[in-house]
C-alpha cells in the first residue's frame, strides 16, 4: 500500500514540477478534482444569481478554481508549491494567486470573503515538517486568522484525507477554538473508492443545520465520485458550461477581469475569440 503523500516530504517538495504537471495531463485526477470542487462549492450553499469573492485554500493548479469561475465568482487561490502555481498561471486561470503557508496564518482584511473552499490541503497541517511546526498550533493559527477575513454567515468548507480518528479531533477541536461551529459531512460513507469527508464550518448568523452527506442511506456504486445521476448525465453531455477558449469563454472571463480591476483587458471586438488561420 502507497504512503500517504504527506508522510513522503514537505508539500513545497512533494508537489516537484512533474508532480504539478499530473494535474494538466491526468484527466481521471482532473475530473475527480472538478467533482470535488464542485460538491464543495454545493455546501457552501451561496446566494443563487449572486456573484460572490471566494477564497481557494491549497488551490493546486486552478482546477478546483475553475468551478468557481464558472458558477459566476471571481476567487482568490494559495497555494506552497510554486511549481503548482506555475501550472495554474500557464492554464490562465482567472483568479489571483499566492504564494503562502496556510499554517503561517491569513494576512486578509476582516469580512473580506463570502465563502471558503479547499480540496485535499487541510490535512497537510497535521504533520511537522520542521523542528518549529506544532500541528496544533499551526491549525489554529489558520483557523483563527481564516474566521477573521471572513464575512459573519459565511461557510468555509475543506475536502480533506484525516488519517485516523485522533487526526480528524485535532482539526475539529482547533477548528471550534477559533471560534468556527459546524461538523463533517461524509458522502456515500459506505464506499471504500467514492467516500469523501467534507468539513463544513459556519461563521455565525442564522442557525445553520449542517448539511446531509450524500449516499448516506444506500450503498454507493464503488469508483464513482459523482454525488447525483443528474451531475453525471450532465457532464456527459455538456449541459451548460461554455466551451474552453469559445468566444463566450473568453468574453466571460474578460468580464471577470475586468470586475477585478485588471487594466490590461483588451476591448470586446468582432474579432474577440475568431479564430486565426495558421501560418502558412
Known sequence: MASRP?????PELFYSESEARKYTQNSRMMQIQMQMAERALELLALPEGQTSYILDVGCGSGLSGEALSEAGHIWVGMDISAHMLSVAKEREVSGDLFLWDMGDGLGFRAGT??????????????????????????????????YACMARGAR??????????AQMELITHQAMRAGFFGGVVVDYPNSTKAKKMF?????????????????????????????TEAKREQRKKGKNRVPLKSREWILAKKERRRMQGKDDVRPDSKYTGRKRRHAF
Open 6 to 10: 504527506e508522510h513522503q516530504a514537505p
Open 156 to 165: 468555509a468548507v475543506f475536502q480533506f484525507y484525516p488519517e485516523n480518528p
Open 199 to 227: 468539513l463544513c464550518l459556519f461563521t455565525g448568523g442564522a442557525p445553520t443545520q449542517l448539511p446531509q452527506g450524500l449516499g448516506a442511506e444506500e450503498l454507493a456504486m464503488e469508483g464513482s465520485a459523482l454525488f
Open 113 to 146: 470573503f463570502d465563502g471558503v473552499i479547499s480540496i485535499s490541503a487541510l490535512q497537510w497541517l497535521c504533520n511537522a515538517d520542521k523542528k518549529t511546526h506544532q500541528p496544533a498550533k499551526r491549525l489554529y493559527h489558520f483557523f483563527s486568522s481564516l
